[in-house]
């Protein structure tokens, strides 16, 4: 009798124990400040090996006794961690939030998750009246949801230049929804000199988009813009509707700083050798900035500018990791064979990642498999060849 009593009590305990356990999920995702998946850990190990637990989340996420505050990052957690299976537990939390402001959050979860319930409301919270945080939230979900419906109120938002982040947020709504019949209002707005430049700038990646002609031909009027952020997003235009005709366009784009990147990208998909030397130079004299170089080679290497690699070889030595490794990447799509001399003293080096790219492009640029064997690429280069004796001229006695 004891030990069934025991049983029983044990039975009981485990019973219990997955619903303390799944209930820790809620709690620590409503501890995480700001509500991050990168800096979340409670959601990175959700994701990963904790998804029965979501279950528990999304019964607290509807539970009654849950404050708005608290619902409102449940349902955020919900929609990082693409719970879909759980949309009716936010169905139900938006129903018990109506009229509190954290109403916003839990509808632009339920958008996040392709809920179109959540359109009615979102299109009342996207009107003026409400607050910014509340606007922004419901527009940018309308944009998700693709909300045909929406277009009249964002149209008529992104005139209204009293809230400039309202009208940039119209603007990429706009763009995702995709009616062609809203081309004429961002074309307006992107041209308007006077205009905010991010809400210009919204206007014109809007049009590019719907890939509207118009827009990629405003585009490439502002392609030398001095701000780099409507210069940038006139490349996206111009190569979502391309014509040859912009190609001087894309050419002034290659040689000013911070638009490399964008017009190395199409030089590359159009092919406009033209391009190649100005964006060689840049790697050349080291006037690329970092974060274009991954561009600038992915374009040399597509175009293969007579000497490019010879220029390239010539950076490996001073080049740090990162750089080499792209250096070692790109060489074998320009098919220069004279550079292999320089590269096998590399598979000396103390880093193997640097050892297997070298040998990667020494391979792929000679079609010879020896792979780290530094004496068989030695010889095969010509390093180890010794002189020729020398010849006495002198006649022998």
Known sequence: MINTLRWVWFSLVLAALPAVAYADLADEVAACEPLEFSTCVALQQAAASRKAEVAALAARLAAAD?????????????????????????????????????????????ARLGDARATPVLLELAKPGNSPHAQLLAIGSLGILRAAQAVPVLLQLVQDDHLPQVQAEAARALGAIGDKSTEAVLLTIAGQPGAVVPVRAACL???????????????????????????????????????????PAVLAAAAMPGLRADAAQLAARHAIAEAAPLLLS?????????????????????????????????????????????????????????????????????????????????ENLTGRNLGPDVLAWRKYAGLDTAPPPAVDAAPKP
């Open 205 to 247: 990646r809007a049009l590019a988009r719907q890939a509207s002609a118009a827009g990629a031909a405003l585009a490439a009027l502002l392609a030398d813009h001095p701000s780099p952020m409507l210069a940038g997003a006139a490349m996206d235009a111009m190569g979502a509707a391309w014509q040859p005709w912009m190609t």
């Open 66 to 110: 849950t404050s708005a505050a608290v619902t409102a990052k449940l349902a955020l957690a919900l929609a990082l961690l693409d719970a879909r299976d759980h949309s009716e537990a936010l169905q139900t939390a938006a129903l018990r939030l109506a009229g509190k402001p954290e109403v916003a959050d839990v509808r632009a979860a339920q």
């Open 282 to 362: 840049a790697v050349q004299t080291g006037g690329a900035q970092p974060d274009e170089l991954p561009a600038l080679l992915e374009c040399l290497g597509h175009l293969k500018p007579m000497g490019a690699a010879a220029i390239l070889a010539a950076r490996l030595p001073a080049a740090g990791k990162a750089e080499k490794i792209l250096l070692l990447r790109t060489l074998p799509k320009l098919g220069d064979r004279t550079v292999v001399p320089e590269l096998v003293p590399l598979l000396q080096d103390s880093d193997n990642q640097i050892v297997s790219n070298t040998v990667y492009a020494l």
